[in-house]
């Protein structure tokens, strides 16, 4: 973590990603994001190789499982939405139909 925010251009792409995933995310998501986070800064400080890689590997992994679930519930709005638009298109035809008929 403390590599990537010391090579300034990823640190601040890295940051901005995160500060998106951090505002689309509801309140429980981001208590858990920022856990993630704080997780893996302090996975820095832990002297054991292995379990500072295991606790930045954990860290990520519950950040990218939450990224994904957003992502996941953008795409449904998304597909609600363009399903309702071809619902309003579906009865403007018909009543352009209806209105030909007459």
């Known amino acids: 973590m403390i590599e990537i925010l010391s ?3 990823l640190a601040a792409h890295a940051l901005r990603s995160f500060r998106d ?4 995310a509801k309140e429980g998501e981001r208590q858990e994001m920022l856990a993630a986070l704080v ?3 302090l996975s820095d400080s832990v002297e054991d190789e292995k379990l500072r890689e295991s606790l930045r590997v954990t860290a990520m992994e519950h950040i ?3 990224a994904r679930k957003i ?3 953008e ?3 998304e597909d609600e939405e363009e399903e309702e638009k071809e619902k309003e298109k579906e009865k403007e035809k018909k009543k352009k139909t209806r209105a030909v008929i007459y």
């Open 7 to 9: 090579h300034k251009p």
């Open 21 to 24: 995933l951090i505002r689309k």
């Open 39 to 41: 997780i893996g800064f």
């Open 64 to 66: 990218e499982e939450i």
């Open 71 to 73: 992502r996941e519930e």
């Open 75 to 77: 795409k449904k709005e």
